[in-house]
């Protein structure tokens, strides 16, 4: 049996995920060590200086002032081992496990017997028993589930929502073997007040990816249907709106792509891993091929002129920019010569982002002046109450080309718009 009393934990990976759960659990009573290989990161958790969004950097401050909570830059002894460190895809789609592999081998080298691992990162499936045992065993001659605990926790929170995510939310733990989902259980559940489930380390893996690739898989099937809209003369909107009256239906809306680190990037981890991933494997290729479509789209209603793309991160309401589909529309429209592109979003300036080198303004009446075309790509809430009789004013001809269905074609057209929709075969 793993007691939790008066453990020392060590988190490694200071990002949105990692400095998050460190926070929560500095803050359920155990003495709590966030390391991260970037310096700076270290250096601005220690100092205070880290906004991650509301109740959790009160947490934050919290651990810091009363000692739960330390930013480190070397790896130390503990008892427990949580990786939270990014898991990317590389060029080619297949999964890049170097930050996961490192932090394998850096615990190897400082882990003891009766130690607890916790993988957090969203990972292929197999990672734990195949690539994280295996390391560890390599650098201390230590068994998984025999010599220590070994388990799998996948996070499954959303920014701009994580604190209540982080307690609310059930939770998925796999081990390498029974005791080591206990162990790990006795952890999360000093602050998750929702269910906690246990199975194999495997499972849990698979069961994360494939709640990102359900949601992928039909934002495709939605993604598809707009073309086919657009193909037989039917508003898409319309039609999702009119099936999904059907007790049984729930089908997904369309957009310009599909972003984030999650739902992008998930399901290329199962089509890696596996010959029978067919559909999602085609999920995945309509979806990153959208940005493509829009950009066409853009030729056909404007072929030159000055372009202002209203939103860019994946999502609305979150300054994530993170394999935004917007922001690869973008980044084709910077490219043409034909277009002079303005980038506006609420999130932009406190970001200090470029895209292409292009800045991305947060007044979108300044980045709308002599534009011939807004392209609404993220629909803000900032967005919610456009005054399209003003931007009618500083825009030099008024055309709207909505890929989110967030401006009313009603009031587009009774300011004077052209109003184009994707989607939109009834109106094209």
Same mark, same amino acid.
């Given at each position: 049996?793993?007691?939790?009393?008066?453990?020392?934990?060590?988190?490694?990976?200071?990002?949105?995920?990692?400095?998050?759960?460190?926070?929560?659990?500095?803050?359920?009573?155990?003495?709590?060590?966030?390391?991260?290989?970037?310096?700076?990161?270290?250096?601005?958790?220690?100092?205070?200086?880290?906004?991650?969004?509301?109740?959790?950097?009160?947490?934050?401050?919290?651990?810091?002032?009363?000692? =739960?909570?330390?930013?480190?830059?070397?790896?130390?002894?503990?008892?427990?081992?949580?990786?939270?460190?990014?898991?990317?895809?590389?060029?080619?789609?297949?999964?890049?496990?170097?930050?996961?592999?490192?932090?394998?081998?850096?615990?190897?080298?400082?882990?003891?017997?009766?130690?607890?691992?916790?993988?957090?990162?969203?990972?292929?499936?197999?990672?734990?028993?195949?690539?994280?045992?295996?390391?560890?065993?390599?650098?201390?001659?230590?068994?998984?589930?025999?010599?220590?605990?070994?388990?799998?926790?996948?996070?499954?929170?959303?920014?701009?929502?994580?604190?209540?995510?982080?307690?609310?939310?059930?939770?998925?733990?796999?081990?390498?073997?029974?005791?080591?989902?206990?162990?790990?259980?006795?952890?999360?559940?000093?602050?998750?007040?929702?269910?906690?489930?246990?199975?194999?380390?495997?499972?849990?893996?698979?069961?994360?990816?494939?709640?990102?690739?359900?949601?992928?898989?039909?934002?495709?099937?939605?993604?598809?249907?707009?073309?086919?809209?657009?193909?037989?003369?039917?508003?898409?909107?319309?039609?999702?709106?009119?099936?999904?009256?059907?007790?049984?239906? =729930?089908?997904?809306?369309?957009?310009?792509?599909?972003?984030?680190?999650?739902?992008?990037?998930?399901?290329?981890?199962?089509?890696?891993?596996?010959?029978?991933?067919?559909?999602?494997?085609?999920?995945?290729?309509?979806?990153?091929?959208?940005?493509?479509?829009?950009?066409?789209?853009?030729?056909?209603?404007?072929?030159?002129?000055?372009?202002?793309?209203?939103?860019?991160?994946?999502?609305?309401?979150?300054?994530?920019?993170?394999?935004?589909?917007?922001?690869?529309?973008?980044?084709?429209?910077?490219?043409?010569?034909?277009?002079?592109?303005?980038?506006?979003?609420?999130?932009?300036?406190?970001?200090?982002?470029?895209?292409?080198?292009?800045?991305?303004?947060?007044?979108?009446?300044?980045?709308?002046?002599?534009?011939?075309?807004?392209?609404?790509?993220?629909?803000?809430?900032?967005?919610?109450?456009?005054?399209?009789?003003?931007?009618?004013?500083?825009?030099?001809?008024?055309?709207?080309?909505?890929?989110?269905?967030?401006?009313?074609?009603?009031?587009?057209?009774?300011?004077?718009?052209?109003?184009?929709?994707?989607?939109?075969?009834?109106?094209?």
């Amino acid at each position: 049996m793993f007691d939790i009393k008066n453990k020392k934990m060590f988190v490694v990976g200071l990002g949105y995920i990692g400095l998050p759960t460190a926070a929560m659990f500095s803050m359920a009573g155990f003495s709590v060590l966030g390391y991260d290989k970037d310096e700076r990161v270290v250096e601005r958790l220690n100092s205070g200086a880290v906004y991650v969004e509301e109740g959790v950097t009160e947490l934050i401050d919290k651990g810091l002032k009363e000692g =739960n909570l330390k930013g480190v830059s070397q790896y130390e002894e503990a008892d427990i081992f949580i990786i939270a460190v990014p898991t990317p895809i590389k060029e080619d789609k297949s999964p890049e496990m170097s930050m996961v592999l490192d932090a394998a081998e850096n615990i190897g080298r400082v882990i003891k017997k009766g130690n607890l691992v916790i993988l957090e990162s969203t990972s292929p499936p197999k990672t734990t028993t195949d690539l994280i045992a295996p390391k560890i065993r390599e650098l201390s001659g230590l068994e998984a589930g025999k010599d220590y605990y070994l388990a799998h926790s996948p996070e499954r929170v959303i920014p701009g929502n994580l604190l209540n995510e982080l307690v609310n939310n059930h939770r998925i733990i796999g081990g390498v073997n029974l005791e080591s989902a206990e162990a790990a259980k006795a952890c999360y559940e000093t602050f998750v007040k929702a269910d906690i489930y246990l199975t194999d380390s495997t499972t849990a893996e698979l069961a994360k990816l494939m709640e990102n690739t359900f949601r992928d898989v039909n934002i495709g099937l939605a993604n598809e249907t707009a073309r086919i809209c657009e193909d037989l003369g039917v508003n898409v909107w319309e039609l999702i709106s009119l099936a999904n009256k059907h007790p049984r239906v =729930n089908l997904h809306t369309p957009g310009p792509g599909v972003g984030g680190h999650c739902i992008a990037v998930d399901p290329w981890f199962i089509v890696y891993n596996s010959k029978n991933a067919n559909i999602i494997n085609l999920g995945r290729k309509i979806n990153d091929s959208v940005p493509d479509h829009v950009y066409s789209m853009v030729k056909d209603i404007i072929p030159k002129g000055k372009l202002t793309i209203l939103g860019l991160t994946y999502k609305p309401n979150t300054d994530d920019f993170r394999e935004s589909p917007v922001v690869e529309l973008a980044k084709k429209l910077i490219a043409d010569p034909d277009y002079e592109v303005s980038l506006t979003d609420p999130y932009g300036e406190n970001k200090q982002l470029k895209v292409a080198g292009l800045e991305i303004k947060k007044d979108h009446m300044k980045a709308l002046e002599g534009s011939d075309l807004l392209i609404m790509g993220v629909n803000h809430k900032d967005y919610d109450d456009l005054d399209l009789s003003e931007i009618g004013k500083v825009m030099n001809t008024k055309t709207i080309f909505d890929t989110r269905n967030s401006i009313s074609r009603e009031e587009a057209e009774k300011a004077g718009f052209k109003y184009i929709l994707l989607g939109d075969g009834k109106h094209a």
